[in-house]
């Protein structure tokens, strides 16, 4: 194959395309179902096939008048990788970009093509365009730098839209922690609404900078937003399957009140938010993640004689700010019987507290226990392999620990060991010393 000729092939779900604008009409070809019409416009040959027919490779010897579309997309919607095809310039130098949402199946590229937008990028604007009707229109205001609005001709359902001297456009922004994005969104499409995708999936590239990496809590990712580690608080966004930072909030909603996500506060305590589609309202009734343990932990304190090393231990977490319950309900029983299911939520919550301070509280006894243990073993006994083995621990699991910690050892001493005692293998060994009365070397 000569230098100068362009390889060309189809397979493993993408096919290159190839637009056609003869007669000022515009028309999709594959290589993967035009082969032959291609090769007939633009010259060369095909010259693999795979014997299912689903893959195949070739080469033109020029594309004459054809343009370079790119691969093909399925199902704007929900594609995680827009594949924008550059088809020129305009006259301030920046590149114009094309995505068609191409069907995979010939059956179904008519209803893609009528379904989906085209799409044209151009800087921090977006054409939605419908294929058939104003793609050629759009493009060529668009490379010739004119500004933009289309309008229907009347009396005809599928008129060709013709230029006007003036602009219609959205302009979105969003507020993210140091500065201002902005988008212009031009709507020039008859396709319906709820097909339109979100016009900001289109900039994964310049939002990169913003994606959330982290896990909120959760009472704070039902609210969307997210607490930055400088404290700040923030808006999040999911815009095609990622989460991206926004806005700066005042401080922390639930203290402001200024709730998110479409949740109202129905008492202090409690959070609402209604599903119209699904007629469902969930409910939320939170606390303070320490606020709602500490009247249970010293409860626990003063039953077990403990003081207030035992409460701020049992009230503690290194993350978790607030500690909530959620219910969902049929909207029409809520709306009937609201002060029943708030009552319901906050008993939740109670019970819910009432039973991980329980579950803490076993901890710490456990902990108590285990320091009396270590206390008991001498810490110039030996530990062996064979202590472990009889304790009940494997032998593979065994070596392992040895080869990591003390490599090329039979036997260490029990205070060396005991720096790994949060290990649950190592803390059976001593409980097993203890317990056989072989505390002493």
């Not at 924008?84 to 995979?104: C, N, R, W």
């Amino acid at each position: 194959m000569k230098k100068n000729n362009i390889a060309v092939a189809f397979g493993q779900g993408t096919s290159d395309l190839f637009l056609s604008i003869e007669d000022n009409e515009p028309r999709l070809l594959s290589y993967e179902y035009n082969a032959d019409e291609l090769h007939d416009k633009c010259g060369g040959r095909q010259y693999y096939w795979s014997r299912s027919g689903c893959s195949g490779a070739g080469f033109f010897v020029n594309l004459g008048d054809l343009l370079t579309i790119g691969l093909y997309r399925v199902d704007i919607t929900y594609n995680s990788e827009q594949l924008f095809a550059p088809i020129g310039k305009d006259p301030d130098g920046e590149e114009v970009l094309v995505a068609v949402p191409y069907a995979s199946h010939t059956e179904d590229l008519d209803r893609y093509l009528r379904t989906y937008p085209t799409v044209i990028k151009v800087g921090s604007a977006i054409f939605y365009c419908d294929f058939y009707r104003n793609l050629l229109d759009v493009l060529q205001a668009v490379l010739a730098g004119k500004n933009i609005i289309f309008e229907i001709l009347e009396g005809r359902m599928y008129g060709k839209y013709i230029l006007r001297q003036k602009e219609l456009t959205n302009v979105l922004d969003w507020d993210v922690r140091e500065e201002n994005l902005q988008i212009q969104f031009f709507n020039m499409s008859c396709i319906r609404e709820k097909e339109l995708p979100d016009p900001w999936e289109f900039f994964s590239e310049e939002l990169s900078p913003y994606m959330v990496t982290t896990q909120p809590e959760h009472i704070f990712q039902l609210l969307g937003v997210e607490k930055l580690e400088d404290g700040t608080f923030v808006r999040t966004r999911w815009i095609n399957g990622a989460k991206y930072r926004g806005k700066i909030l005042p401080g922390d909603p639930l203290v402001t009140g200024n709730l998110t996500a479409g949740w109202k506060k129905v008492v202090d305590d409690v959070l609402v938010r209604y599903y119209d589609q699904d007629n469902e309202v969930h409910l939320v009734a939170y606390n303070s993640f320490k606020a709602s343990r500490e009247k249970v932990a010293r409860r626990f304190a003063t039953h077990l004689g403990e003081n207030e090393e035992f409460v701020s231990s049992v009230c503690s977490h290194d993350e978790a700010t607030y500690e909530e319950f959620e219910l969902v309900v049929p909207k029409a029983l809520y709306l009937l019987d609201s002060g029943n299911y708030i009552d319901q939520v906050r008993k939740g919550l109670a019970k819910k507290v009432r039973a991980d301070v329980k579950n803490r509280v076993r901890q710490w006894a456990r902990r108590m226990e285990d320091k009396a243990i270590l206390e008991e073993i001498p810490d110039d006994r030996l530990v062996t392999v064979d202590d472990s083995l009889e304790a009940g621990n494997c032998l593979p699991g065994t070596e392992a620990f040895v080869q990591k910690f003390f490599p090329g050892r039979s036997s260490v001493k029990a205070e060396e060991l005991k720096k790994y005692a949060d290990n649950y293998s190592v803390m059976r060994i001593f409980r097993y010393l203890a317990g056989r009365g072989q505390a002493a070397s």
